[in-house]
């Protein structure tokens, strides 16, 4: 089991930067993978990047080239990092992560991207 609690969110002008951070109750060494899926008004929630164990990174084709995803195993923390942000990339940000093929969710943080 392990709680996970976002932060880094807020509001940003089109262009600006954001860095999200997902701080774990517990080791994250262990864990399979974690990652950051969003939702916006409307919208079902969608994956936005994922980092495994070994390192290995995925990303939405809509982020890719502006968004990278980190982890700190000494801090129990995940990272993402967003740069150019578009007005499109507003939503609720949740964190995730797989624990013995269980999925566990923070309670999200919210970007707003707007001039």
């Known amino acids: 089991q392990v709680q996970l609690v976002e932060s880094g969110g807020g509001l940003v002008q089109p262009g600006g930067s954001l860095r999200l951070a997902c701080e774990a109750s517990?080791?994250?060494?262990?864990?399979?993978?974690m990652g950051w899926y969003r939702q916006a008004p409307g919208n079902q929630r969608e994956l936005v990047a994922v980092?495994?164990?070994?390192?290995?990174?995925d990303y939405a084709d809509s982020v890719k080239g502006r968004f990278t995803i980190s982890r700190d195993n000494a801090k129990n923390t995940v990272y993402l990092q967003m740069n150019s942000l578009k007005p499109e990339d507003t939503a609720v940000y949740y964190c995730?992560?797989?624990?013995?093929?269980?999925?566990?969710w923070g309670k999200g943080t919210l970007v707003t991207v707007s001039s």
């Open positions: 995730n992560a797989f624990v013995n093929d269980i999925p566990y």
């Open positions: 517990r080791s994250i060494f262990s864990i399979a993978a």
């Open positions: 980092i495994r164990g070994g390192g290995r990174t």
